[in-house]
């Protein structure tokens, strides 16, 4: 297993980025162990974790989300809770509850199962939402406050959150305010015929997830999030940012582009996705390669312009065509 000494510095180093980057890859192989040619997923839900954001699966049942989930929790040394959304699951079921012990003669908050290290909430869009909105708090600022009491869930703390594309019946809509929490939005799809054919030669093992092997601990895992912050940003590259963003809030097909929020939340995301590649600075190409996860269900499109098929991808991808990369500079790391 893995851990780093406590020797933050104002930039990060090369040594640094190294080993980052080294750290970073043993995460993705041990988790693909279990989830089977799905890298890019699950590059994409580690670079979710080290920036300290939360990830939204769009997939058809069966694709691996529950082994995601517990298998990144075990590489970490974690904690996993699942919670199944339903019409009728209550905020206090999901955050916890203050209950009275007579023995005592006081009141002792119960923790819910948001309490954990990775929460795979399934079927968010079943919930009502009441119960939706109770995860607000906790996905933006790590804490639950119940009863006025905030309570902290520690750290590394992840939320995937799965929705069914193609069943719809008794769903809600995440509103805005809602997909906003989500730093990054995907779906892991079906596997190839190759990987079809692993699983099913390990149907018998129930549960693959269990004999995943941790690789890091979570106070690790809590420096790598530290020091990725520390990734270089050069002026031109933010200014790139917030012109791609404008843009997407300037075209005719939407009623809202991307906020503040979100061009923040690609800077943070587009930092551990650098250090994950041995650097210790950012590029355009880097912005280029997250924009759609990341910014694309943040997007509302106008009503007509989504009748006529205009998506949140083609949006960003118009912005990117549009607006002028800088020229790639090399940093000293």
Known sequence: MTTIGNTMTASMTREQADWFAETFTRLVDNVGTVVLGKEDVIRLAFTAMLSEGHLLLEDAPGTGKTQLAKSMAATVQGTDHRIQFTPDLLPSDVTGVTVYDQKSQTFEFHKGPIFASIVLADEINRASPKTQSALLEVMEEGRVTVDGTPYEVGRPFM???????????????????????????????????????????????????????????????????????????????????????????????????????????????????????????????????????????????????????????????????????????????
């Open 159 to 333: 939320v995937i959150a799965t929705q069914n594309p193609i069943e719809q019946a008794g769903t809600y809509r995440l509103p805005e305010a809602q997909l906003d929490r989500f730093l990054m939005k995907t779906s892991i799809g079906y596997p190839g015929r190759e990987q079809t054919i692993r699983i099913l030669a390990g149907a018998s093992i129930r549960n693959a997830s269990a004999g995943v092997e941790p690789v890091i601990t979570t106070g690790a895992i809590a420096e790598m999030i530290d020091l990725a912050a520390t990734v270089h940003v050069d002026a031109s590259v933010l200014d790139y940012v917030a012109q791609l963003s404008e843009h997407t809030r300037e075209s005719k097909d939407t009623r809202l582009g991307v906020s503040v929020r979100g061009a923040m939340a690609l800077m943070r995301a587009v930092k551990v996705w650098a250090a994950a590649k041995g650097r210790a600075f950012v590029l355009p190409d880097d912005v280029k390669e997250l924009a759609q996860f990341v910014w694309a269900h943040r997007i509302v499109l106008d009503p007509e312009a989504e009748f006529s098929g205009v998506t949140g991808d083609r949006i960003i991808d118009r912005a990117i065509a549009d607006v002028a990369a800088p020229q790639d500079r090399q940093h000293a790391a």
